[in-house]
């Protein structure tokens, strides 16, 4: 069983995440990626991303979900007000 910490690090090892959380009970996840490589990519592009990176841990069974929010970093300081 994977950790939300060893999400957040597989995922920030491989984008250079202006922003990076990462929550779960083992099993679900749920991240918020900020990152400038998600420029003028679509929302399905960009989750592709980030499932690239994990995309052993999906095969093998150590992670069975992940909901995300990938955002640039306008994006996210726009959202956040």
């Not at 099993?27 to 994990?54: T, W, Y």
């Amino acid at each position: 069983m994977m950790q939300a910490e060893q999400v957040k690090k597989l995922i920030a090892d491989g984008l250079s995440c202006e922003e990076l959380q990462v929550l779960g009970d083992g099993e679900h996840f749920e991240a918020l990626v900020v990152c400038s490589l998600f420029a003028g990519k679509s929302r399905v592009q960009r989750q592709q991303m980030v499932n690239a990176l994990l995309r052993s841990y999906f095969d093998s069974g150590e992670l069975h979900a992940l909901s995300m929010k990938t955002v640039t970093p306008e994006e996210w300081s726009s959202l956040r007000g």
